[in-house]
């Protein structure tokens, strides 16, 4: 980067540091380090809301997702809004009548001890292991700029995250969060417009759309239905999207402390309910944004000589390898098919803008053929690099908006949007880990230890468990990566392994008031958390095909089905009743 752009960066992050230091001054109690003093009003709560689930990774590999596989995964949000309205009505008046600290306090007021626990552990893993994965995306950007060794890298952005958010609390986080998504939108429509002026001339905007449609990158709707039926293995379609994406939401937004954890700083009930509703109307449009950034990039490539592999540091130890002189024909190679898209394509748009529809069913046909032999390309470079020799991380997608980035934008927004993803990660992980430090003052330090601790005492306490578990997530960045063909969607699928049992606890819990046998709720839920890791498995393993999405429905109706069975069977043999934790 130019030293104009490590000023920026610098400048930025400063600003954003003594700004929160500034907002943070709060009540030295749990309520005002957790909750604000449940005294924010909606707006903030919506950008606290927005900031805590538009992490780094959002704006590092949602464009790279959608350079590689298209617009589709936008269709992952489709059963959001509905989440909300869900939410709003069941979920948050039980919060906020009950005054809770954490979501999982009230499992102990409808079922027993051992029910919160389990379900708060469940988050505190699963939430743990995510937010390690929000570390690690801002290390690869200082890793690919600086040529630092990822793992101290790891060290060095994880220390700064957990001084910052340890220094901070909710307030702060929520404050910050507002001017971060203000810088944040800010650089990232600096960032379109740049792309759309870089474009050659005579090929504009819907041009450029036009083109990525024709090459199947806009295909933003899929049925998921097929000739043979239901396409389950399918990750992102109309059904995935609206079914699988509902419960995941609901989950996400109506059990995960670090969501629940945003609406509870409200100043009332009308308050939470309007931020919640507002992320229900923004989330789609905005990651539709985003994701478009990313088949813009697309359409610039197709133009201007792209890597072949965009991971810079991988790339070097290809060249210092066997591979050395076919990787350089390859580059050439790949060069050559370049070039020749770029005189296909301007036929192309002229014959669209004709209607010429032989011409252009034509050209289409020559510029998928030309883009097919690009990316066996770019698959064989990716078998070198995750050869035996190389031994490196075959997939890009979390570098390819990195590398351009740095490789063609003016100096200045350089530094601008090295920041914006920096913020970001800040913003979420802060959030990520006030939660977790929440969950384990609340529902195990409190619970579980005999000592009556001074409201400044716990205030002191909950900022060691912050630190620890910041240290926590720094190791799960070091060894945690190879789940997901990017890390937005490893972080889902996370999340999918561990949320629909979560939520199928709190469905019990509100809507089968007939329910009062904690032991049939706690048991149901571990058995149903067995087959959501054992569906994974099996999936990984190529035993059967089913997209990750499916594994939240199954959790949440596996909770309520063995439930229903336990609770008869309980009634029924009088089975003793197991002691409680």
């Known amino acids: 980067m130019n030293q104009l752009d490590w000023i920026v960066l610098i400048v930025t992050l400063s600003g954003i540091i003594a700004y929160g230091i500034y907002k943070s001054r709060t ?20 950008l606290s809301i927005m900031g805590t689930q538009a992490s780094a990774i959002t704006f590092l590999s949602a464009p790279g997702q959608a350079y590689t596989e298209g617009m589709g995964f936008v269709q992952y949000y489709f059963g959001l809004p509905i989440a909300m309205v869900v939410i709003c009505i069941f979920f948050v008046p039980v919060y906020k009548r009950l005054k809770v600290y954490t979501a999982y306090e009230y499992l102990e007021t ?88 870089m474009l050659p001339g005579g090929i504009g905007f819907i041009d450029a759309l036009k083109v990525s449609g024709k090459l199947g990158k806009l295909d933003v709707i899929s049925t998921g239905i097929t000739d043979k039926g239901v396409d389950w293995s399918g990750k992102y379609n109309l059904l995935t999207g609206i079914i699988g994406g509902f419960f995941l939401s609901l989950s996400y937004f109506g059990t995960d402390q670090s969501q629940v954890g945003r609406y509870l700083t409200a100043r009332s009930l009308k308050q939470s309910r309007m931020g919640l509703i507002m992320n229900g109307f923004v989330k789609i449009p905005m990651q539709f944004f985003i994701l478009l950034i990313g088949i813009l990039v697309f359409t610039f490539y197709q ?79 990716k078998a070198w690099v995750s050869s035996k ?14 590398r351009f980035v740095v490789d063609h934008l003016p100096v200045g927004l350089v530094g601008l949007l090295i920041a914006i993803i920096f913020l970001a990660s800040w913003g979420s992980i802060a ?39 910041g240290v926590f997530c720094i ?44 032991n049939a709720v706690f048991w149901a839920a571990v058995i149903a958390e067995l087959i959501v890791l054992t569906v994974y498995i099996l999936t990984k393993k190529g035993i059967f095909s089913m997209g990750f999405l499916w594994l939240n429905p199954i959790g949440v109706f596996g909770v309520i089905f063995f439930t229903l069975l336990l609770n008869q069977l309980w009634k029924k043999k009088k089975l003793p009743v197991v002691q409680e934790l």
């Open 475 to 518: 190791i799960v960045a070091m060894f945690t990566y190879d789940i997901g063909n990017s890390l937005i969607e490893a972080v889902n699928i996370l999340g999918s392994l561990f949320y629909g049992v979560i939520l199928g606890v709190f469905v019990v819990a509100l809507f089968m008031k007939r329910i009062k046998n904690g």
């Open 389 to 402: 020799e190389i031994n490196g991380d075959s997939k890009d997608t979390d570098y390819i908006f990195l």
């Open 27 to 46: 009540s030295h109690n749990l309520d005002g380090y957790f909750l604000s003093n449940r005294s924010l009003p909606w707006g903030l709560v919506l």
């Open 431 to 469: 959030a990520a880990i006030n939660s977790l430090a929440s969950c384990t003052m609340v529902d195990f330090h409190r619970r579980f230890t005999k000592k009556n601790e001074t409201a400044e005492s716990e205030y002191r306490l909950s900022k060691w468990y912050t630190l620890g578990w």
């Open 303 to 381: 133009f201007n000589k792209a890597p072949v592999f965009f991971n810079a540091k991988l790339v070097k130890k290809i060249e210092n390898s066997s591979k050395r002189d076919s990787f350089y024909t390859l580059q050439e190679n790949y060069d050559a098919v370049t070039l020749q898209k770029q005189a296909v394509i301007p036929q192309l748009v002229t014959a669209m803008d004709a209607k010429d529809k032989p011409v252009v069913n034509e050209k289409t046909i020559e510029l998928r053929s030309l883009q097919n032999r690009a990316d066996s390309m770019r698959t064989k470079v």
């Open 110 to 197: 409808r079922f027993d001890n051992k029910t919160r626990t389990l379900t708060s552990f469940l988050f505190l893993l699963q939430r743990g292991l995510s937010t390690g994965l929000s570390v690690l995306a801002p290390s690869i950007i200082l890793s690919s700029l600086l040529g630092w060794d990822i793992y101290w890298t790891n060290i060095f952005m994880g220390g700064l995250l957990i001084t910052y958010t340890i220094t901070g609390g909710a307030k702060a986080v929520a404050y910050t969060q507002q001017l971060q998504l203000i810088i944040i939108f800010t650089g990232m429509f600096l960032a379109a417009y740049m792309v759309i002026q």
